[in-house]
């Protein structure tokens, strides 16, 4: 059972370079999310996405892009790396609440991946 | 605002049952409680939800006062492996609520 896999799981990226942070999930989830993770802190909302070709942005969306467009994937864009975005990236998935398979008072986790450890020097 | 109130750490005995608490006295009555841990350098991982009533699976159980302003996550025979991070998250059952983790207890087992 894969589940969440992230790639790459870590990196090293200039200041000014560009790279795409990949989250698949082989659990015919409906809902992606992208947290970032820095020391001392919980985890916050990026990005996130209730379904394919929709994306809607989290607590702390400035500096990233993402897309989905495969319901399995979902993609989150580094344009320009700074300092301030060196972090733990984190990729979940969930179950819709409203997914007519399951039980209507049912409440289904996040599940997530291991990690991307990315460094901005 | 924070949603929860946790104490920052934690030991246990290892075999023991480690009580984890947690407030949340504004809960709102559609809100669940969820805890995840986050074992060092993995992503965090789902361990129990509920709602009004005490819960219990596999790993854990719950436990929510009546008027919903706190909860106890119980571990009932701790191992090492339980060394972790502890959040505590209330949040909508709308799927696309964010979960706010916090800074969580640190539970440590002791051998």
């Known amino acids: 059972n894969a589940g969440v896999t992230q790639t790459p799981k870590f990196r090293v990226l200039k200041t000014g370079q560009s790279m795409t942070l990949l989250c698949a999930q082989d659990?015919?989830?409906?809902?992606m999310y992208w947290y970032r993770q820095d020391p001392g802190m919980g985890l916050r909302l990026i990005h996130y996405s209730v379904g394919e070709g929709t994306t809607a942005k989290g607590e702390v969306p400035d500096g990233y892009n993402v897309s989905r467009l495969k319901k399995q994937n979902f993609l989150l864009g580094l344009e320009s790396a700074a300092p301030s975005q060196t972090s733990v990236y984190f990729c979940?998935?969930?179950?819709?609440?409203?997914?007519?398979?399951?039980?209507?008072?049912?409440?289904?986790?996040?599940?997530f991946g291991d990690g991307t450890r990315l460094s901005i020097l | 605002d924070a949603k929860t109130t946790q104490p920052p750490s934690m030991d246990c005995a290892e075999g023991r049952a480690a009580n984890l608490p947690c407030n949340h006295s504004t809960i709102s009555g559609n809100e669940y409680v969820y805890w995840y841990r986050q074992i060092h350098s993995q992503g965090p991982q789902y361990i129990i939800h509920?709602?009004?009533n005490n819960e219990t699976n596999e790993m854990a159980s719950l436990i929510i006062t009546e008027d919903r302003k706190s909860s106890t996550l119980i571990l009932p025979h701790a191992t090492l492996r339980d060394t972790a991070v502890y959040y505590c998250?209330?949040?909508?059952?709308?799927?696309?609520?964010?979960?706010?983790f916090g800074t969580g207890t640190r539970l440590t087992i002791i051998p």
């Open positions: 659990m015919n989830h409906e809902y």
């Open positions: 509920g709602l009004k």
């Open positions: 998250i209330v949040a909508f059952n709308f799927g696309n609520e964010k979960l706010t």
């Open positions: 979940a998935s969930s179950y819709s609440p409203t997914d007519p398979t399951l039980n209507l008072n049912s409440n289904q986790p996040q599940h």
